[in-house]
């Protein structure tokens, strides 16, 4: 693990199997959780048990079969650990001191015990009591001109309880500045869907899985970011469905997995392939293989019509139920199979063997993740996912669908419940109808509005529930920079991690209760409620006693907030909803209809589904239809015109969760000890007269003059696409311009940064801690 001796060897084992027990024992083991840690994980994803605060796949129907998930035992690894992050702990560092930490080591000090609250005196965090940390938030709230001077984030792991009430005492309070980890994530999920379909979510549920005859993945890695995703791969492959991925690495994972509960697999050594053919496509150039494999339908179709044959397009769901067709076919004829081919870097025929998959299946399901959405055009992008989608009427029958992989374990359960800075109508009503005040409509901010205007020193105060915004968000030092010159910072966490550093004047850490703890209130103990990828709303209840007895509920907390901040001119009665969650969800039920009888229905094992118009084939868009949408061009992201240049793309090592390290190693990618490299394949290296485990600068192509660099990688030698590198996010993010985002869902452009690869200076070559 963290100790792991800093190399490149090959790494030739499967996804799962072995491997990932192995490191499942590690982990408990490192956060001095091994037995407790054990017994936690089996009450993981039970019917009485608690949520994985992991990812965001579903579970078999929350009933009780066990589902091995080696990252989901490190997600409960982390925070189980029996490290704890004390006063004395804080008392024995200045922040300037941490700040030096590597963030590995910020998060291993552990769970946070105490509320703390900066000392300039002694550059330290030093401890104080809840409510005078509550009225001090107070305080600077009441002090601002503008309750728009204020943002408040949410990162997708709070409960639908918390996140419901976080959002009404916004309201309350008066904005609807509401960054959040969506904005960075799926917002094209959210902002595209609806347009073409309807609905800003998926249209699956897991047991659609079982019947798709083909499965398409494009720009997502399932074994390591939702590796419980891997049983429902492997069962479709055995059972015969094909499974085609789109990626420019050739994730291991995609390539063949053992499962662990499988126990031939895993006494014989072996492994199931799991996809049927893997494409290496270029970074960005998923719109091109979308549209070719739209074109390449056209082209089957065709024909089919020239000999007779059956169509290939579903002329009759086309006919009925979707507007735009034609424009669409228009476009797609337009396009040469040349500028295909040279914007995707794969052959016609490759695509065109793509697309003969998914026309032979009857049923088809295609997923989509980072890779699609983190680009200038990721809305469009989705888009085009739906409109492949559409044309073999694969959306709202068994089998079929969109599949959109959700990213934190409840991000998609916090929009449901209200937390967007663009309030609908029903919202607003929905509030008014509950507890009798009318919020305002008008837009807040989003993560880069909020950005922005902390630059322009328009935003005073930021509160955080959970999360860790320093570091997630792009071009950090410039943020970071802005973000020391705010009134205040407080973030609600359960661990130490960067933002913390990167405090305004004043700053509070306020410690909350995981997901794994017991959670008591006035009237007794509590479970709380999430919403997985797939819809599905169901209860969590921790068990372990909780890392401190200071630490509150993130409901408790926001309430305190509230109270603090609202005073008696507060309409809500916050008290006596945290006093029993049950009343929340009241609340939340009078407020969202689609929750009706919310307390009753948590109760029955593996809750309930909230629902798609679209999978039910009613379109709930502009048009009443499902509508296809032409993405113009075949870039991205906005072409760079330097042949010097390459396409970098950011993404997760197997051993991180966002921006929480579960080690400095990637095996599946065949890295050990260090994340301070990027991968580029050998003929790109040829041409810049470079060789593996030479140090380098990124420099990115700036629009805007300012320059970014980010220091002393080591360059890998992998086998990706030309025009291409990758690098791992969060050390990658200071090369990700602010202004590069996609205009319709203002999603940073991560997964598509122009960068050149710059000769480091002599001194850097073999430093260690190289980046910026
Ligand atoms: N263990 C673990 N689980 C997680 C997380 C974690 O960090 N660790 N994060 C959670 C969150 S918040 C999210 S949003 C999800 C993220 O899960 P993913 O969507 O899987 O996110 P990434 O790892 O960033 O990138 C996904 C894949 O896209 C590929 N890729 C990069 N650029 C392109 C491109 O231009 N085109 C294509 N086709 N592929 C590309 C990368 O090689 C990588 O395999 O996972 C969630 N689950
Ligand atoms: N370059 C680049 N940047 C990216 C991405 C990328 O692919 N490339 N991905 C983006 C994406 S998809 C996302 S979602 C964002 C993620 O951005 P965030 O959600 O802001 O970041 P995380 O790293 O998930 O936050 C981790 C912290 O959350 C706190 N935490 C953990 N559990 C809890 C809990 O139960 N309650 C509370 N209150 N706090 C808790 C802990 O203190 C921990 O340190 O990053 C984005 N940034
Ligand atoms: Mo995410």
Not at 9 to 22: M, N, Q, S
Not at 253 to 268: D, G, H, K, S, V
């Amino acid at each position: 693990m963290a100790s792991d001796k800093k190399t490149i060897r090959i790494y030739t084992e499967p996804a799962g199997g072995w491997g990932a027990l192995r490191a499942t024992g590690e982990a408990l083991a490192l956060q001095g959780v091994a037995v407790s840690g054990a017994r936690t994980l089996l009450r993981m994803n039970q019917p009485e048990g608690f949520d994985c605060p992991g990812c965001a796949w579903p579970d078999p129907k929350h009933t009780s079969s066990f589902e091995f998930c080696e990252n989901g035992a490190k997600a409960v690894a982390w925070e189980a650990t029996d490290k704890r992050c004390t006063p004395d702990f804080l008392a024995a560092h200045s922040v300037s001191e941490l700040a030096a930490w590597d963030d590995y080591d910020l998060e291993m000090a552990g769970r946070l015990t105490h509320p703390m609250r900066y000392d300039a005196v002694t550059d330290r965090y030093v401890p104080i009591g809840w409510d005078e940390a509550f009225a001090l938030i107070g305080a600077h709230l009441n002090a601002l001109e503008s309750p728009n001077e204020a943002d408040f984030y949410t990162s997708g792991r709070a409960s639908n309880e918390a996140a419901f009430l976080y959002q009404l005492f916004v309201r309350e309070f008066g904005t609807n500045n509401f960054p959040d980890c969506s904005n960075m994530c799926h917002e094209a999920t959210s902002v595209g869907l609806p347009q073409s379909i309807g609905v800003g979510k998926g249209t699956v549920l897991l047991e659609d899985f079982e019947h798709a005859d083909a499965i398409f993945i494009f720009g997502q890695n399932p074994g390591t970011n939702s590796p419980r995703m891997m049983s429902d791969l492997h069962a479709a492959s055995r059972r015969g469905a094909s499974i085609v991925s789109f990626n420019p690495f050739r994730e291991r994972a995609l390539e063949r997995f053992a499962a662990p509960q499988n126990p031939i697999e895993m006494a014989t050594f072996s492994s199931t392939p799991i996809s049927t053919c893997l494409y290496q496509v270029k970074v960005g150039g998923d719109a091109a293989v979308l549209k070719g494999m739209m074109k390449a339908l056209l082209d089957m179709d065709d024909d089919a019509v020239a000999h007779d044959r059956p169509r290939i397009l579903d002329t009759e769901f086309i006919a009925g139920h979707t507007l735009g067709f034609e424009a669409l076919e228009a476009d797609l004829r337009a396009t040469s199979w040349e500028s295909i081919a040279a914007h995707s870097g794969l052959a016609q025929a490759d695509i065109e063997s793509a697309a003969s998959l998914y026309a032979a299946a009857k049923n088809a399901i295609l997923v989509y993740g980072m890779g699609i959405t983190q680009h200038h055009c990721g809305t469009a992008n989705v888009q085009q996912v739906a409109n492949l989608a559409l044309m073999r009427g694969n959306v709202g029958r068994p089998g079929a669908g969109v599949c959109p992989v959700r990213g934190h374990s409840n991000v998609q359960g916090n929009r449901t419940v209200g937390i967007t800075e663009k309030p609908s109508a029903a919202l607003i009503d929905g509030i008014e109808r509950a507890f009798g005040f009318r919020p305002g409509a008008e837009h807040g901010r989003d993560v880069v509005a909020t950005i922005e205007a902390m630059l322009k020193g328009e935003s005073k105060v930021f509160i955080g529930l959970g999360g860790n915004f320093a570091a997630a968000v792009p071009d950090w030092p410039r943020v970071q920079a802005a973000m020391r010159g705010l009134a205040l910072t407080v973030h609600i966490a359960t661990k130490f991690n960067r933002s913390h550093l990167v405090h305004g004047k004043d700053a509070l850490i306020l410690p909350c209760l995981g997901r794994t703890e017991i959670d008591v209130q006035a009237n007794g103990p509590q479970s709380i409620t999430v919403e997985d990828s797939m819809s599905m709303v169901h209860a969590s209840a921790g068990r372990n006693p909780p890392a401190s007895p200071e630490l509150r509920s993130e409901p408790a907390i926001v309430a305190g907030i509230a109270r603090a901040t609202l005073g008696a001119r507060t309409r809500v009665p916050w008290e006596h909803m945290v006093a029993d969650y049950d009343r929340i969800r009241e609340a939340i039920e009078i407020v969202f209809p689609a929750f009706q009888a919310y307390n009753a229905r948590i109760r029955v094992p593996g809750g309930f589904y909230l629902g798609s118009t679209a999978r039910d084939r009613i379109w709930a868009t502009s048009t009443g239809k499902a509508n296809f949408l032409v993405f113009q061009g075949l870039d991205e992201d906005p072409a760079h015109g330097d042949p010097d240049a390459l396409w970098l793309t950011t993404m997760r090592s197997h051993d991180q969760y966002n921006t929480t390290l579960y080690s400095h190693s990637d095996r599946y990618r065949s890295v050990f000890g260090q994340r301070d490299v990027v991968f580029v394949n050998a003929g790109e290296l040829r041409r810049r007269e470079m060789q593996e485990g030479e140090r380098v600068d990124l420099v990115a192509l700036s629009r805007d003059g300012v320059e970014r660099v980010v220091r002393g990688l080591m360059l890998v030698e992998y086998a990706l696409p030309d025009g291409c590198c990758g690098a791992y996010y969060p050390e990658a993010n200071p090369l990700v311009p602010l202004y590069a985002y996609d205009p319709q869902s203002r999603t940073p452009s991560y997964k598509g940064v122009p960068v050149k690869i710059r000769r480091a200076a002599a001194a850097q070559q073999g430093s260690r801690h190289g980046v910026l």
